[in-house]
Each structure stands twice: as C-alpha cells, then as structure tokens.
C-alpha cells in the first residue's frame, strides 16, 4: 500500500488508478471493515487524526477530482466521508514528500515516459491538497529498502 503525499495530478494513470484502490483499502481498514492491514505504517498518519475516517474520504475525495479531470469517472459513493477535511491537514516533513517524489519518478520513468518527461521538468512535486508541509526528514514509519 503506498498513499502518495503529493498532487494524485501528478500521477500517471496506472498512479491513478492504484491510487484510488490503495486509498479505498485504507478507508476500509481505517473504518474497522477489514482485519488485514490494520498495521501497515501508511497508515499512521490517518490515525494519528481526530478522525481518520473523515481524513482517508476527503484524501479520496481529491483522488477522485483528479480523476475526473482526465475524464476518469471513480464512484464518488465508495467515499464513506468525503466532505470532512481534517482540521489543520496532514503534516508531513519536507524530506518525506522529498523520498516519495524520488520513488515514484522512478516508477514511473519504466512504465510511462513521456508523463515522466514532463514530471521531470518539476522543481518538486505540489503536496497533496490535504497536507502541510513542514520541516523534517524521512517519516518514522517508511520502511527504507536497501540499494541493490
């Protein structure tokens, strides 16, 4: 499961895509739906709201206006809150945002290169519209994998 912390209208479209399935998950975990999951680390930062919840449906709401900008029509009625944005957003450090950009350039650059060419030209990545950036490195929770 990989919750991105930039735009999802830098994603691809198999971004989009998995995105939004990732994202459902989570709202499903989150929501007490599903025994799976219920520890995976992208998922602190929901829990650690006063409602993650209403916090996972207003991120999935924003998967889902990118969508449908592309003309991608996402079933809005998936969305168990989506109108109710966490209060001050989600704070993620500049380092974090930092780490994911670099990951998913990387994915992207195999499976679709002409979007990867026009996301290189980016000084950086727009956060996603729910978080804050703020000062730090690379979040607690990330699972670092070594280089080959």
Request: charged share 25%; hydrophobic share 45%.
């Amino acid at each position: 499961m990989r919750l991105w912390s930039f735009d999802p209208r830098h994603l691809d479209r198999m971004g989009l895509l998995a995105e939004w399935r990732e994202a459902l998950l989570a709202q499903k975990v989150l929501a007490g739906r599903t025994r799976g999951y219920r520890f995976h680390p992208q998922l602190e930062r929901f829990k650690a709201l006063d409602e993650p919840v209403a916090g996972i449906g207003a991120y999935l709401a924003e998967v889902r206006r990118a969508a449908q900008e592309r003309g991608y029509e996402f079933n809005g009625a998936l969305i168990l809150l989506p109108d109710r944005p966490p209060r001050g957003g989600i704070e993620v450090a500049e380092g974090q945002l930092a780490f994911e950009w670099s990951l998913f350039l990387a994915k992207v650059a195999s499976r679709d290169p002409p979007w990867w060419r026009d996301l290189a030209l980016l000084a950086g990545p727009r956060p996603h519209p729910l978080v804050k950036v703020v000062a730090g490195g690379i979040a607690s929770w990330e699972r670092m994998r070594a280089a080959p």
